[in-house]
C-alpha cells in the first residue's frame, strides 16, 4: 500500500473585498465506453468515419427501432466501478430524459436516473507533499456511475446560412461518473479528473482522449463562507454550500482550472455586491479567459423523467461480477506502491513510470532481472526526455525495451562506461541495432587494462609536479587527473580503476 496521509479537504480560499470565500466542487464526468458498438445499436463507435455513416434505425430514431442493450458496455460499466471501489447494483433501470435539440434524434436521452448501475465509490488523489513533506491525498466520494447515450454533433462553420447534424456520434455509451462536493479548489478538480482518466486507462474503458471529448466534465462551482463546509459535512443540508453554477464541457485539465478560478470570482463579486447567485448552465471561453450564461439550470422535474418502456430492468449476477473483478488489471496506485517496494524506487519516479499502462509495461520489460533503480533512470532521463523533446510517446519509441536493457547489461558488466552508453543510446535512437555490436564495430570497449592506464597515468604526473602537490593537499583535486586520463583514453578507461590508480600514485 501506498504510505499516504489523508486530509480531510483543504479549501481554496479567495479572499473578496470585503471576507474571504471558499469553493465548493462537484464533477460530472463523461467517458466514452470504449466499445467497438454503440449502447443499443451494433453500429460502428469508429472516428474519422464520413458524416452519418455509422447510424443504425435504432440511432436516428426511425418508427419501430427498439434499443437493445450492448452486453460490453455494461460490462466496461462494472469494470469502471470496480476500479473505484464502487458497488455495483445487480439490478438498475433505463430512463427517458426528454429534452429537444437537433443532434438528440429520438428528442430524448436514454439514461439511468433513479437506478444506475453503479452506486458510491470513491477516488484518492494524490496532491503532492504536505507541510512535513509527506505525501497527502485527498478522498473525492462518487455518488454513482450510470450508462447514457451520447448525442450527435451540430456542424455550424460549413455554410453561412445553414447547420448541419452529425449523427455517428448518436447512441455511443457515456458512463457518467458523479461526484460528492469534496472537491476544494481548481488544481484538486483537475487532479481528480486525471486520476479518473489513469483509472479508465488502465481498465481499458475510455481512451481519456479530451481533446475529442471522449472525456469531458461538467463542473459545478459555489462559493461558501469559512465554516459553511463544515456545517454542511454535520448536517448534509446543500444550504450552507451556496448556489452552484455548472460549467459544461470541458474538455482540458488547464481549462477547467482557469474556469473555476473566474467562475468563483465572478460569484463572489456578486454576493459582495449584495445580489444573488443565479443558478444556471455556463460555458468557459478560453480566448477570454471567462464563462458565459448558457442557460438557465434545469432540474430532474424539466426533463420529465420515466422509466423508459422500451427497456426491462437490467439484471446481473453476482457471479458475472466476480468474474469481471478476477479479470481486473493492476491500478495505478498498487502498481506505484509495487515499483517502490520491489524496485526501490522514489515516490517521484514510481509516479512518472506508472503515469500510463505503456510507459509502466515498458519500464517492468527493462527492469526485469536488472538494478531498478539503473532501469529507472535510463527510462526517464534518457529515451522520456529525449521522446518529449521530440513529441513522441513511449509507443512511437525507436528504442526497445530490450535494447536499452542491453545498454545497462554492458554497463553492469564493465564493459563500457556511463558516457560512452550515452554515445550507444543515441545510434540506438537514430540508426538502431544491437547494442552489443555497436559497442564492438565502433572500438567502444571500456578499457580495463592497467598497463595502459598506469602509463598514462605516469606520464600526467611526471608532466603536472604543481598539480600533483595541489591534490596531495586537497584530495579533491584528484579528480583532474582522472578526467585527464579518460580524455587520454577517449573515454574508454574503467573510471573506477583508474580512480583507484590514481589515489594509489598519489598517496591518497
Known amino acids: 500500500m501506498l504510505d499516504l496521509t489523508y486530509d480531510s479537504p483543504k479549501p481554496k480560499v479567495i479572499s473578496g473585498a470585503k471576507s474571504d470565500w471558499e469553493l465548493v466542487i462537484g ?8 466499445s467497438n458498438a454503440k449502447l443499443f445499436s451494433g453500429a460502428s463507435t ?4 464520413e458524416p452519418n455513416s455509422n447510424v443504425s434505425f435504432v440511432d436516428c430514431a426511425m418508427p419501430g427501432m427498439l434499443p437493445v442493450i450492448n452486453e460490453f458496455c455494461v460490462e466496461q460499466a462494472v469494470r469502471t466501478g470496480l476500479g473505484l471501489k464502487a458497488k455495483i447494483n445487480l439490478v438498475s433501470a433505463f430512463d427517458r ?4 435539440y437537433p443532434d438528440l434524434p429520438q428528442g430524448y436521452q436514454i439514461s439511468q436516473l433513479y437506478h444506475p448501475v453503479v452506486g458510491e465509490g470513491e477516488v484518492i488523489v494524490e496532491m503532492g507533499p504536505g507541510p512535513e513533506g509527506q505525501r497527502t491525498a485527498r478522498r473525492v466520494r462518487i455518488e454513482r456511475i450510470h450508462l447514457e447515450q451520447d448525442a ?4 455550424h462553420d460549413m455554410d453561412p446560412t445553414m447547420s448541419f447534424v452529425d449523427f455517428n456520434r448518436t447512441g455511443v455509451a457515456l458512463m457518467e461518473i458523479v461526484s460528492r462536493p469534496d472537491i476544494r479548489g481548481p488544481e484538486e478538480a483537475a ?3 486525471a486520476k479518473l482518466r489513469q483509472i479508465m486507462l488502465y481498465l481499458g474503458t475510455c481512451d481519456g482522449n479530451m481533446q475529442h471529448g471522449n472525456l469531458r466534465a461538467d463542473v459545478n462551482v459555489s462559493v461558501c463562507r469559512p465554516g459553511d463546509y463544515e456545517k454542511y459535512q454535520a448536517t448534509q443540508d446543500f444550504g450552507h454550500l451556496g448556489t452552484r453554477c455548472e460549467i459544461k464541457n470541458m474538455n482540458s485539465l488547464r481549462f477547467i482550472q482557469a474556469a473555476i478560478e473566474y467562475e468563483a470570482r465572478r460569484q463572489i463579486a456578486i454576493l459582495e455586491d449584495g445580489g444573488k447567485v443565479v443558478q444556471e448552465t455556463r460555458l468557459y471561453d478560453p480566448d477570454k479567459g471567462e464563462t458565459r450564461s448558457m442557460r438557465s439550470k434545469e432540474e430532474a422535474h424539466d426533463y420529465r423523467y420515466f422509466p423508459d418502456p422500451d427497456l426491462l430492468p437490467l439484471e446481473i449476477e453476482q457471479a458475472w461480477v466476480d468474474g469481471i473483478a478476477a479479470s481486473m488489471p493492476e491500478l495505478p496506485d498498487a502498481k506505484k506502491a509495487r515499483f517502490m517496494g520491489d524496485f526501490g524506487l522514489t515516490d517521484y519516479d514510481a509516479s512518472v513510470l506508472t503515469a500510463d499502462v505503456e510507459s509502466a509495461r515498458f519500464f517492468e520489460d527493462v527492469a526485469r532481472g536488472r538494478d531498478g533503480k539503473i532501469a529507472a533512470n535510463w527510462v526517464i532521463n534518457e529515451l522520456f526526455g529525449r521522446l518529449k523533446k521530440e513529441g513522441h510517446a ?16 554492458l554497463i553492469s558488466a564493465g564493459t563500457i562506461s556511463g558516457k560512452i552508453a550515452k ?7 537514430t540508426e538502431g541495432g544491437d547494442p552489443a555490436q555497436i559497442v564492438e564495430a565502433r572500438g567502444w570497449k571500456q578499457v580495463t587494462d592497467t598497463g595502459a592506464i598506469e602509463a598514462a597515468l605516469d606520464e600526467l604526473i611526471a608532466a603536472n609536479p604543481a598539480q600533483v602537490e595541489k591534490a596531495r593537499t586537497n584530495a579533491k583535486l584528484a579528480g583532474w587527473f582522472t578526467g585527464q586520463v579518460l580524455k587520454a583514453t577517449g573515454g574508454k578507461a574503467n573510471p573506477a580503476v583508474v580512480n583507484e590508480m590514481v589515489a594509489k600514485k598519489l598517496g591518497l
Do not use: C, R, W
Request: charge should be negative.
Open 27 to 34: 464533477m460530472e464526468v463523461h467517458a466514452q465506453v470504449s
Open 46 to 49: 469508429a472516428v474519422g468515419s
Open 97 to 100: 430524459k426528454n429534452y429537444f
Open 152 to 155: 450527435g454533433k451540430s456542424i
Open 191 to 193: 487532479a481528480y479528473v
Open 394 to 409: 513511449i509507443t512511437e519509441s525507436p528504442v526497445s525495451a530490450g535494447q536499452l536493457g542491453g545498454i545497462i547489461d
Open 423 to 429: 554515445d550507444v543510446f543515441e545510434v540506438l535512437y
